[in-house]
């Protein structure tokens, strides 16, 4: 099975020790991972894996300054949707906004192979918002996909 289909099933199986809730103020989170480089640093470690529901947001390094963010969100036991996106980190409001945004619908075969891939959109704007207590918000400007929804850091 490919990496993706894999990530969606762990993630899956996290949802069962896991729920989706609203943020906490002044919590207080240690996580093992390498902070992102800024020039003025967060006062909290963000880089890591959330989850919520079907889906799964993956938070990275880019260059300094700079944060990856990949959005899984499986549709069905074949087709997944996959955004990807980037911005850079403002200190201040512990947000990253973007104007970069892809989407992507995957469809694999039963064994796990991406059959098909179709460019939804590549434009996609929107605000991803961390929070101390290890959980993040995600505004997605174009079709509101997780309106409303809290993802919690796994780990």
């Known amino acids: ?5 894999m990530a969606t099933i762990t993630a899956g199986a996290m949802l069962f020790m896991t729920a989706c809730s609203a943020p906490k103020a002044e919590t207080e989170v240690t996580t093992e991972s390498a902070p992102i480089e800024t020039e003025a640093t967060a006062p909290f470690d963000y880089v890591g894996t959330y989850v919520c529901d079907r889906a799964t947001i993956y938070v990275e390094n880019g260059e300094p300054g700079q944060v990856l963010v990949t959005v899984m969100w499986g549709n069905s036991e074949l087709t997944q949707r996959v955004w990807t996106m980037s911005g850079d980190f ?16 995957e469809t694999y075969d039963s064994e796990g192979v991406v059959m098909n891939e179709e460019a939804i ?8 918002k961390f929070f101390e207590d ?14 409303e929804m809290v993802f919690e850091m796994m780990g």
């Open 1 to 5: 099975m490919n990496k993706r289909i």
């Open 134 to 147: 290890g959980t993040l918000t995600w505004q997605d400007d174009v079709d509101h996909q997780a309106d």
């Open 121 to 128: 959109y590549t434009d996609g704007t929107g605000i991803i």
């Open 90 to 105: 403002n200190v201040d409001t512990f947000t990253v906004s973007y104007s970069n945004g892809m989407l992507v619908e």
